[in-house]
């Protein structure tokens, strides 16, 4: 039983937390509601690049042909990523950028991996889903504007379980959910936002938790670097970038990253000197079929040169958490009808994090008002609030 002492410390936290947070965490839902959605936006809309249909199991191109092809296109430019269809594989997707280095002026060319041919130059940093995915994970301020994101998803973890804390003290002459719906609108909405409130409680935690790990992604995928990588590439410290036309084939390096994961595919490959790889290796990132295994990836460090593997770290505990985090913080695990339930909890929680501002507010000016004022069933009101 919670003293009278301790509820208005745990109310102080509540309140704060939640005032400070909220306006924020109300765009991350209103952003996040489109997100979730972003695979059927893009069909819908036309934007998704789809391979034509050609023969069952149709031989693939080598690599560096389709490379060659997506560098034509752009032939000022380097590439810095590559990527397959994670559904069927039939093309890839070609980043490319004027240098190496990490920057947000890419251009993205989809190459049929069958016929060679380009399929598509979608644009990925313009339209209405980029627009809500910079708002919702930096607010188009880098890095610090996705270390404050982190720090409202950790305040609104507080909110959360100061709310929690709570909801028996103010509930305990209440039936579990009830709406008293014959005393006043404040009281309503008090009464459906505590409602509301222990009803999300889970899917908040599991939202909020996992968003606010993935604002760390860059730091930690840093810290790894120096960490662990730092040691692995000792021997290569202080050589250059090795040039495009002194490297091995790309082919033959996939080839031998996979052979040296068996039962692997493919993720993303990093190219020499980009932010997730070396100036003197192709990193490939593997992943599994398995459901589980499909979220971790495998990082495969091959010479750029001679296209022979020089290391296969295991990902650190940290990194695995972050990438089964991140499907889970948009609902990508279950297909749509988890998407739609993800949704739906979208939706409830910007109504608890519209009345909880409501009721501030409301609070604010009923405690504005002289006190002679009000009736003692609302200054009871008042005081238990």
């Not at 010479?303 to 990508?332: C, K, M, N």
Request: aromatic share 10%; with cysteine; hydrophobic share 50%.
């Amino acid at each position: 039983m919670l003293t009278q002492r301790a509820i208005m410390g745990w109310s102080w936290t509540h309140k704060w937390s939640s005032l400070v947070c909220t306006v924020f965490m109300l765009l991350l839902c209103l952003t996040g509601l489109p997100l979730i959605f972003h695979h059927e936006i893009r069909h819908l809309s036309g934007g998704e690049v789809q391979a034509p249909l050609m023969a069952e199991h149709a031989p693939h191109l080598p690599l560096d042909r389709l490379l060659r092809t997506a560098n034509a296109r752009h032939p000022d430019r380097v590439v810095q990523f590559s990527s397959p269809d994670p559904e069927s594989g039939d093309f890839w997707f070609v980043t490319l950028t004027p240098s190496p280095a990490p920057t947000g002026d890419f251009r993205s060319v989809a190459v049929d991996a069958r016929s060679g041919a380009v399929l598509a130059t979608p644009r990925f940093d313009e339209g209405f889903l980029w627009l809500m995915l910079k708002l919702h994970v930096d607010l188009f301020a880098g890095l610090p504007g996705k270390l404050f994101l982190g720090f409202m998803g950790l305040l609104l973890l507080v909110a959360i379980v100061s709310g929690t804390v709570l909801y028996a003290p103010f509930m305990r002459k209440l039936a579990f959910g009830e709406v008293r719906r014959h005393r006043s609108p404040r009281i309503r909405w008090l009464d459906l936002h505590n409602l509301l409130g222990i009803t999300t409680l889970v899917w908040a935690l599991v939202v909020g938790g996992t968003g606010a790990i993935n604002t760390c992604a860059d730091l930690l995928f840093r810290y790894w670097q120096h960490d662990q990588l730092s040691a692995l590439l000792a021997p290569y410290r202080g050589l250059p970038i090795v040039p495009t036309d002194e490297r091995a084939p790309v082919q033959a390096a996939m080839e031998a990253a996979l052979a040296r994961a068996p039962g692997t595919r493919v993720s993303f490959i990093a190219f020499p000197g980009t932010a997730f790889s070396s100036p003197h290796h192709l990193t490939f990132y593997l992943h599994g079929t398995a459901p589980l295994t499909s979220r971790l990836l495998q990082p495969v460090l091959v010479d750029a040169r001679t296209a022979e593997v020089t290391a296969a770290p295991r990902l650190p505990w940290y990194l695995a958490a972050l990438l089964i985090s991140q499907p889970l913080h948009f609902g990508d695990y279950g297909g749509l009808p988890m998407k739609v339930l993800w949704a739906l909890l979208d939706l409830i929680t910007i109504v608890v994090l519209g009345s909880g501002l409501y009721l501030w507010l409301q609070r604010r000016e009923f405690e504005s008002a002289p006190r002679e004022t009000r009736r003692p069933a609302e200054r009871r009101q008042a005081d238990a609030l």
